[in-house]
């Protein structure tokens, strides 16, 4: 008799279900695959937007920048054991009281949620990068340009105050053209002593001297370089970059202390020109017998130029709250910023309006008087 095998295609079994099981037993059926409803797949799915949404919001920065109040130095003081204003060579009286400066903090390094954080807290400011950094600038690009005008602060506020005291001033050459008649004649830091025939006492001296001249014309530059004696040389006048009639020599002066004795302003990792009127007031309470301040906590702001005039910056709404909590009693508010500062000055801090470094002096010895001051 013949062998029959049952082939599988008639039978319905499957190689698998062929297995005898391994306890020679009944074979057990195969599992089935559990799968995710629509449902369990959303939350999965929602699970990971907001784990993503978690991270990006932690970690990944956004354009954006926070501003709030800044550290406040005492310019009649000292920071980090180093006299903040110093002169040497010159005799110098001592003062009470506080010339406190203000300062902003900026924060170029906000993430999602710190900018939410920061706004929800009212006590800083979330701004646009764009506002306070040129596309393509680097934070070292930003931080020479900030060092260099807080140098240009510290210069003007010397000049400022010893020309109110009555010290005489130069005319240096700042800064040269490259490529410009100036160019290979003069040097920065030169003294100017005459330009075009005419004698130079002040800046604005070599804009009259040049103000009728034309391009193609000659004229002669007196100058001291580096403590040498003076020597005149000729230069021929260019065409004015900016369309201007007269001729461009190529050189940007400015005026500087004519002074036996040194003014030193020593302040690390600050940045900005608008210490200026807090420096030169520091200068003149030091230099004179007269007090200032007389024990009170006098904070302010503003940048000034060589002549004394106190110009607006920025910020000032976050510097009355930083100048409050050092324990100011009284702020000195340029002129321009007073809408902004009476709008977010906190209660008991006095706001003196300022125009120029004259009316700064005449309003804290009003203080100190018990007299009127003029306020915002």
């Known amino acids: 008799m013949s062998e029959t095998r049952d082939n599988p295609s008639t039978t319905g079994a499957t190689r698998a279900d062929a297995r005898p099981d391994a306890t020679g037993g009944e074979e057990t059926p195969p599992k089935s695959r559990t799968r995710l409803s629509r449902r369990g797949w959303t939350l999965v799915f929602s699970g990971v937007l907001v784990v993503v949404f978690v991270l990006l919001g932690a970690f990944v920065r956004v354009p954006y920048v926070a501003l709030g109040p800044g550290p406040t130095y005492d310019t009649l003081g000292e920071v980090g054991g180093e006299q903040v204003v110093s002169i040497n060579g010159q005799r110098t009286y001592s003062t009470d009281g506080e010339l406190r400066m203000t300062t902003v903090s900026l924060n170029d390094e906000v993430t999602l949620f710190g900018a939410l954080g920061l706004w929800i807290s009212g006590r800083y400011a979330v701004a646009p990068r764009e506002d306070y950094f040129r596309p393509g600038e680097t934070d070292e690009e930003v931080r020479r340009q900030n060092v260099q005008q807080f140098q240009d602060s510290q210069s003007n506020a010397e000049v400022a105050a010893l020309r109110r005291l009555g010290y005489p001033v130069k005319v240096i050459v700042q800064e040269v053209v490259s490529g410009s008649p100036a160019d290979k004649v003069l040097s920065p830091g030169d003294q100017l002593v005459q330009v075009n025939g005419k004698r130079i006492n002040n800046e604005e001296d070599v804009l009259a001297a040049l103000a009728n001249t034309r391009p193609g014309q000659t004229v002669s530059l007196t100058f001291k370089h580096e403590g040498q004696p003076e020597r005149t040389e000729s230069v021929t006048l260019a065409r004015h970059p900016d369309g201007q009639p007269q001729?461009?020599?190529?050189?940007?002066?400015?005026?500087?202390?004519?002074?036996?004795?040194?003014?030193?302003?020593?302040?690390?990792?600050?940045?900005?020109?608008?210490?200026?009127?807090?420096?030169?007031?520091?200068?003149?309470?030091?230099?004179?017998?007269?007090?200032?301040?007389?024990?009170?906590?006098?904070?302010?702001?503003?940048?000034?130029?060589?002549?004394?005039?106190?110009?607006?910056?920025?910020?000032?709404?976050?510097?009355?709250?930083?100048?409050?909590?050092?324990?100011?009693?009284?702020?000195?508010?340029?002129?321009?910023?007073?809408?902004?500062?009476?709008?977010?000055?906190?209660?008991?801090?006095?706001?003196?309006?300022?125009?120029?470094?004259?009316?700064?002096?005449?309003?804290?010895?009003?203080?100190?008087?018990?007299?009127?001051?003029?306020?915002?």
């Open 247 to 376: 001729g461009f020599v190529g050189m940007q002066p400015i005026d500087r202390a004519d002074v036996p004795f040194d003014v030193n302003i020593s302040l690390e990792d600050v940045g900005g020109p608008s210490a200026g009127l807090m420096f030169a007031l520091a200068i003149v309470d030091r230099m004179t017998p007269e007090n200032l301040v007389s024990g009170e906590h006098i904070a302010g702001t503003g940048e000034i130029n060589e002549k004394g005039k106190v110009g607006a910056i920025g910020g000032i709404s976050f510097k009355v709250v930083a100048a409050k909590e050092a324990g100011a009693t009284a702020f000195l508010v340029p002129e321009n910023n007073c809408a902004e500062a009476v709008a977010a000055a906190p209660e008991g801090l006095k706001l003196i309006k300022v125009t120029d470094l004259d009316s700064a002096i005449n309003a804290l010895e009003s203080l100190n008087g018990g007299r009127p001051t003029p306020s915002c």
